[in-house]
């Protein structure tokens, strides 16, 4: 079992990023049973999901004229417009039934205000609103604030270039470190976007790792 200075934190793992959702990534499913091991090994795990209003920013019919997969400027900057999907309380934002975490201590949702997205399950698009994963991860861990709380991060699911790159590159940012499970994970790839994530993450000194190392206590 991990120390409490860890935590796995499984992202996204819902129906609309799997094979026949609204977006989805190829082969997303593969990576349910994965996160399952992984998160025997955990004592501390917690979930994402993302969880838009009906007329989210980030979806493409909220733009007269704009199609899914166009990029448009917003306040805080560039957005990717994505098929409308993760809405709060559908189906397609449901966990996927054969993730087992029952021992899942939170579970973040994101991408709830209606006019900023949230990639990150630290930080939402705008950089500057917090989720309050950091503050509730210092809060926690072995023994409590007191005796300083998680160190370090354990990222993996859905998207490897997105929610996933996002999510270990905050974690980083805010003081942890931060590992980034490759097999646990799968990518969108829109426009090289993979390849640029991990470019980013190497940058930022985020850790690869494979969950059988992961799992040997290698990583
Ligand atoms: C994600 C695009 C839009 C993700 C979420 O989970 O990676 N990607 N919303
Ligand atoms: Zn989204």
């Not at 399952?36 to 501390?44: G, I, M, T, V």
């Not at 939170?106 to 309050?132: M, N, Q």
């Amino acid at each position: 079992m991990r120390s409490a200075d860890d935590v796995l934190l499984l992202i996204d793992l819902q129906y609309d990023f799997m094979p026949g959702g609204a977006l989805a990534v190829a082969h997303g499913d593969e990576v349910v049973p994965v996160a399952n091991r992984l998160a025997q090994a955990f004592s501390h795990v917690v979930l994402t999901q993302d969880w838009h209003p009906a007329q989210h920013v980030s979806f493409a019919a909220s733009h007269a004229g704009r199609q899914p997969f166009e990029t448009i400027a917003l306040p805080y900057g560039e957005q990717v417009l994505w098929p409308t999907h993760c809405v709060q309380g559908t189906a397609g934002a449901d966990l996927h039934r054969d993730l087992h975490v029952p021992h899942a201590r939170a579970i973040i949702r994101k991408g709830h205000h209606a006019d900023v997205d949230s990639y990150s399950a630290f930080l939402e698009a705008d950089r500057a609103t917090p989720t309050g994963l950091s503050g509730y991860l210092r809060e926690t861990g072995a023994n409590g604030g007191a005796h300083g709380g998680v160190k370090r991060v354990y990222c993996c699911g859905l998207a490897t270039d997105y929610c996933v790159a996002w999510s270990a590159l905050d974690a980083r940012a805010a003081g942890f470190e931060a590992v980034l499970i490759e097999d646990a994970s799968r990518a969108i790839d829109l426009n090289g976007s993979l390849a640029a994530a991990w470019e980013q993450l190497r940058a930022a000194g985020v850790k690869r790792a494979q969950s059988a190392e992961v799992l040997r206590g290698a990583a």
